[in-house]
């Protein structure tokens, strides 16, 4: 706060002119930030490490809607946005192999609660799934910290929304993809 | 303006130099001149250290008004609407600020956070460069450069820099809450606490770097040393590798062990969720006792 104190009682700010020139010059000293969307507008990210609990409850699809939310809302970059994307799709892929794996008259709602390595297995993938997304989103994280203000909005409602719907769509949806592919 | 009023005018300028807003303001009280950019620079400063943005931005463009090629006040309104996350209109003002003067390391530093905030940090970076061209021994310009070290993930960096600030600014209390926060990170609280503890030593006003110091001394104590991985590693990781070696062993027919992993595993899980709050509990009845 004393530097623009200082700057009125008359200390010089700078006087070197081959500087001056090389500041000007360029698009530096352009104004950018108009063109990005200047003020802070939209909600405010959720904590990135409160999501393991989405992945560990919820699955998966859950964890991986709420971390492409988060990358949106923290302002990561494209291909980060896109690789919170294709971690899930891999998790999918992963869970749904899972599944391909369970004999056909297990493939219900009553096998898979009943099928503990299943719902296991599922938990462990969705965990994996939820380390990749936070490291992909760690430097927008750590940008909106550390520039951003660092506030973050509340997950509860939105987390226990994606557990509870998404994480009861999933396994349905996973065991009618099994049944389709099993014929 | 009179003598007393001018009077007034150096004591507030001083108070705010010592961090004592409050009394610069009352300082300033006597014989304020509305004519005069440096009484609105004062008064504006003071408010923002105060931490009320609204106010010290009206007294900037007040002041603007009177002046309108005031560096000060530009750099002033600059740091209100960052505060309020204005950026279009920060920057606006910091550039301003530039136009008359762009050799400024202090005006290109509040620039670079401007546009870190904006989420470019590469032109942050630039900035930086270009200050720390102009002034390398400006904390401002350290600071920056660890900051922006910090938020592109290199701990080592943001460390250096903060060290160099610190060489440069011994007094800094940010520069020791960062260095402490950045060596806490790493997994290294012992020297994260020294660090953490002297920050709050230099501006115990700051709840900030006490709660800081508190949080390190409950992670440094002795109960919880059987959780100092967690300071290492995320704990989906070992949730990971846990349940990895539960089903491997399983899987090996090797149950008895597998058995014996989730005994010793399932209670250390437990711990971790207890443990850190009775520790605080612990340590905050100790600092009232």
Redesign the interface.
């Known amino acids: 706060?004393?530097?623009?104190?200082k700057?009125?009682?008359g200390s010089p700010?700078?006087?070197?002119d081959d500087?001056?020139a090389?500041?000007?010059e360029g698009d530096?000293?352009q104004?950018?930030?108009?063109r990005?969307g200047?003020?802070?507008e939209g909600p405010a990210p959720w904590n990135v490490?409160s999501q393991?609990w989405v992945?560990?409850f919820g699955g998966v699809t859950a964890v991986t809607v709420i971390a492409w939310l988060n990358a949106r809302r923290l302002?990561s970059t494209p291909g980060r946005v896109r690789g919170v994307l294709g971690a899930g799709a891999v998790g999918l892929a992963a869970v749904a192999a899972l599944y391909l794996t369970v004999p056909v008259d297990e493939l219900t709602w009553a096998g898979f609660a009943a099928t503990r390595?299943l719902r296991?297995g599922s938990?462990?993938v969705a965990?994996?799934v939820?380390?990749v997304q936070?490291w992909l989103q760690?430097?927008?994280e750590?940008?909106h910290?550390?520039?951003?203000?660092g506030e973050t909005a509340s997950l509860w409602l939105p987390g226990l929304g994606a557990t509870f719907i998404l994480g009861f769509l999933q396994p349905l949806a996973m065991i009618a993809l099994a049944l389709a592919v099993r014929g | 303006m009179s003598d007393a009023a001018e009077a007034g005018l150096h004591r507030a300028e001083m108070l705010v130099d010592l961090g004592r807003y409050e009394a610069a303001l009352e300082a300033l009280d006597d014989g304020f001149d509305a004519e005069r950019p440096r009484c609105w620079v004062v008064r504006a400063v003071a408010l923002l250290g105060l931490e009320r943005s609204d106010e010290a931005l009206e007294s900037a463009h007040r002041g603007l008004a009177v002046d309108a090629e005031s560096i000060p006040l530009l750099h002033v309104a600059a740091l209100g609407h960052l505060s309020r996350g204005e950026l279009d209109l920060a920057e606006e003002s910091v550039l301003a600020a530039l136009a008359l003067d762009a050799a400024d390391a202090e005006l290109l530093c509040l620039y670079g956070l401007i546009v870190a905030a904006d989420g470019q940090t590469g032109k942050a970076e630039r900035l930086a460069a270009r200050a720390l061209s102009l002034e390398p021994d400006s904390p401002s310009v350290r600071h920056l450069m660890a900051r922006l070290a910090w938020a592109r993930g290199d701990d080592d960096a943001a460390a250096e820099e903060y060290r160099e600030l610190l060489a440069v600014d011994p007094e800094s209390a940010a520069g020791h809450a960062m260095l402490g926060a950045v060596l806490h990170d790493r997994g290294d609280a012992a020297a994260a606490g020294e660090r953490l503890s002297e920050a709050a030593r230099l501006e115990p006003a700051s709840g900030g770097y006490a709660e800081m110091a508190r949080e390190n001394a409950v992670w440094r104590h002795w109960l919880l040393w059987p959780l100092r991985p967690l300071l290492h590693v995320h704990g989906g990781v070992i949730y990971v590798g846990a349940m990895v070696v539960i089903f491997g062993l399983m899987a090996l027919d090797l149950e008895n062990l597998a058995l014996l992993f989730v005994a010793v595993y399932v209670p250390w899980v437990i711990y971790a969720w207890v443990a850190p709050p009775l520790v605080r509990r612990l340590l905050a009845r100790r600092r009232l006792g």
């Open positions: 706060m004393e530097e623009p104190l700057r009125v009682a700010g700078g006087g070197m500087a001056e090389e500041a000007r530096l000293l104004p950018s930030v108009g990005a200047a003020r802070r490490s393991l992945a560990f302002r390595p296991w938990r462990i965990v994996a939820f380390l936070a760690k430097p927008a750590r940008r910290d550390m520039f951003g203000g």
